[in-house]
Nanobody, 115 residues
Framework: QVQLVESGGGLVQPGGSLRLSCAAS????????MAWYRQAPGKQRELVAR???????NYADSVKGRFTISRDNPKKMGYLQMNSLRPEDTAVYYCNLEYSSYIYWGQGTQVTVSS
């Protein structure tokens, strides 16, 4: 069983930066692909960024060039560095681990971009 805990969300002005962290418990962290999703009010949850266990990354078009996903396997940590934040980035951000039929979610952390 894997448990995920996100942190690092908060209120930031447009153009600002935040770094989200995802702490994983349990074994075999390295076998999982890790991703960040977000869900804004009234909208469906969407993929923001994903990093495979081999280190390949992909991003939603809306965040390319602004967000960077990374992982630290020995520490069982995942990160999302968010720069040049925009009001439309406001959402609850969720950490996700996935391997085969095994999918785990964190509880989410709120990111609000507003002046």
């Amino acid at each position: 069983q894997v448990q995920l805990v996100e942190s690092g969300g908060g209120l930031v002005q447009p153009g600002g930066s935040l770094r989200l962290s995802c702490a994983a418990s349990g074994s075999s962290f390295t076998i999982y692909a890790m991703a960040w999703y977000r869900q804004a009010p009234g909208k469906q949850r969407e993929l923001v960024a994903r990093v495979t266990r081999g280190g390949s990354t992909n991003y939603a078009d809306s965040v390319k060039g602004r967000f960077t996903i990374s992982r630290d396997n020995p520490k069982k940590m995942g990160y999302l560095q968010m720069n040049s934040l925009r009001p439309e980035d406001t959402a609850v951000y969720y950490c996700n681990l996935e391997y085969s039929s095994y999918i785990y979610w964190g509880q989410g952390t709120q990111v609000t971009v507003s002046s």
